[in-house]
């Protein structure tokens, strides 16, 4: 879907901002870039969309060389949530978010439908439509940039830190949305983030990056487990791990119950819905090493093993 | 008193006299000010896309601006004899200063992220500037016109005296036979058009406002 391939850029002479970058985004993935701030994230995202020419190395987006796209079909081919949000002032909610379908011609009706559709899908009301920017709280703005992204339904989305103003609860309900969003609607999205958690929660694909360059790519196992490079060690570090832990569910790691205990002796259960954390913190406050996992039904799955943990294939 | 009791009986006598001499200020000025709004707001989109050009258009219209308005009248007399045509060309040339600086720290000073996020969704340049540049534009814009709108009303009196009509016919017929009541009867009813037009833009201006900040 997207390749980059040696591709290098610089802003002033003599301060290369990406360096010889080579990386791909199949179809259907959901990568995030996680790096430290000014290390060229938002550079690379906007070299997706072309804003940003790169001096030297190939650029392709769905199969087609950079240079052979029309600039403005490019970007109206691809979905783009600004690091600033950017809503246009003078617009009410809903023309902001129809915006991408009004460049494009659509009829007053498409354009009406969308936005009412788009206001739901995050999670705002009805009667923000008809509000202006500057009536919205930093949050709600940044709902709304996600909703404008998605006007067009574009099959590749760039997100820029879309959630960096939403609070604690209110961004672990957007998280999921995204997640669903990227799950029903099958979009190939890229997604920038400070925030580790962030990025282990929402990523199949992590690219973890240092003053222009990847330092480690991988899943959410491969970067928490198994990260090669000294760099992305720290920077993920038992942060990324923590996350790991309160983000993997119980589900993806229940085993058989323990040979000589059976199932009508355990008396602690977790439900296999709960992140591992959930079963760690259960075990060390009993002192026991096992205990049962039922399903959302209340049935019996099987056995959650501190033991069993250290086995997992990362 | 005497002097404000004879200046009401003047407007009442004369009121054919002055609405006819109002109703060609009026003319006069909208004229030129038609001409300026559409040459200044042209000029300021097309330099808005150059730095260097800017400084150079801006920096001429300015030295334009600083030319006594005596003086200008009065060379265009030598090129296109006296008239309301003459009138108009240094009404116009006076008023594009306002129009077009504006016009062009308007567009260039919306934000950048603005203009990234609708160029990043893929708007074509005509859209970028009709859609979002322009309208983001337009109270920076209006509030130009509206400096110019007062200044073109007020120098259109000036312009009587190479010949075109308007209030200052009044003002210069009053001087030249020393009667006073004319003079600031002719002075008043312009004092009164461009209070009555800086309103109006006033107004709109204001309303403009209230949706972009
Ligand atoms: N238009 C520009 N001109 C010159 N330098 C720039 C420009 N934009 C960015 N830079 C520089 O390029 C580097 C990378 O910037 P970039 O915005 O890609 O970082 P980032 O990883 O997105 O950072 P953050 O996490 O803070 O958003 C920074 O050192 C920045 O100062
Ligand atoms: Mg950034």
Redesign the interface.
């Known amino acids: 879907m997207i390749e980059f391939r040696d591709v290098s850029q610089q802003y002033q002479a003599g301060k290369p901002i990406i360096r010889h970058l080579s990386l791909t985004v199949s179809q259907g993935e959901f990568v995030v870039l996680i790096g430290p701030s000014g290390c060229g994230k938002t550079t690379l995202l906007?070299m997706m969309?072309g804003?940003i020419k790169p001096d030297s190395g190939e650029i392709r987006i769905k199969g087609k060389e950079l240079k052979a796209w029309d600039p403005?079909?490019?970007?109206?081919n691809i979905g783009?949530v600004?690091q600033?949000?950017?809503?246009?002032?003078?617009l009410t909610i809903e023309k902001n978010i129809a915006?991408?379908l009004?460049?494009?011609k659509a009829s007053e009706t498409v354009k009406k439908e969308r936005a009412r559709e788009l206001i739901q899908l995050v999670g705002l009301e009805e009667n923000y439509l008809a509000k202006?920017p500057?009536e919205l709280s930093g949050g709600q703005k940044q709902r709304v940039g996600i909703a404008?992204?998605l006007a067009a339904d574009p099959e590749i989305i760039l997100m820029d830190e879309p959630l960096g103003a939403v609070d604690q609860i209110n961004r672990g309900v957007l998280q999921d949305e995204i997640i669903r969003i990227y799950q029903t609607l099958n979009k190939t999205i890229v997604f920038v983030t400070h925030d580790i958690e962030e990025a282990i929660k929402l990523g199949t694909k992590i690219v973890v990056m240092n003053q222009g360059e990847i330092m480690e790519m991988g899943s959410r196992d491969a970067i928490v487990f198994h990260s090669k490079s000294h760099f992305a060690d720290d920077f993920i570090g038992n942060k990324g791990f923590l996350s790991y832990l309160n983000i993997v569910k119980i589900e993806q790691v229940v085993c058989p119950f323990n040979g000589n205990v059976s199932e009508k002796e355990i008396t602690l259960w977790v439900s296999a819905a709960d992140p591992l954390i959930v079963g760690i913190r259960i075990c060390l406050e009993n002192g026991v090493n096992q205990i049962g996992v039922r399903d959302g039904a209340g049935q019996v799955v099987g056995a959650f093993d501190l033991g069993c943990l250290s086995r997992l294939k990362f | 008193m005497e002097f404000i009791k004879n200046l009401g009986e003047l407007l009442k006598t004369r009121s054919d006299f002055f609405i006819e001499l109002l109703l060609q200020h009026l003319v006069l000025s909208l004229i030129a000010i038609v001409i300026i709004t559409v040459v200044g707001v042209t000029t300021g989109v097309l330099i808005a896309k150059s730095q260097k050009a800017a400084s150079v258009v801006i920096g001429l219209t300015n030295v334009l601006y600083t030319i006594p308005s005596i003086a200008m009248f009065g060379f265009f007399v030598s090129i296109t004899g006296i008239g309301n045509t003459t009138a108009i060309i240094a009404l116009v040339i006076y008023g594009l200063l306002p129009v077009i600086r504006n016009t062009y720290v308007g567009l260039t000073e919306v934000?950048d992220?603005?203009l990234?996020?609708?160029?990043?969704?893929?708007?074509?340049p005509w859209?970028l500037l009709s859609?979002?540049q322009f309208?983001?534009a337009l109270p920076v814009i209006i509030a130009g016109i509206r400096s110019m709108v007062v200044m073109t009303i007020a120098l259109a009196g000036i312009a009587s005296f190479i010949g075109a009509g308007g209030l200052g016919v009044a003002i210069w017929r009053g001087i030249t036979t020393n009667f006073d009541e004319m003079t600031v009867a002719g002075s008043l009813l312009v004092a009164l058009l461009a209070f009555v037009a800086d309103g109006i833009l006033g107004i709109i201006e204001k309303r403009l406002l209230r949706?972009?900040?």
Do not use: C, W
């Open positions: 906007k969309n804003l403005i079909t490019l970007k109206r783009y600004i600033q949000v950017g809503l246009f002032p003078h915006y991408a009004d460049i494009q202006y500057n404008r992204a | 934000d992220q603005i990234e996020a609708a160029v990043g969704m893929g708007s074509t859209q859609k979002i309208p983001l949706r972009t900040k």
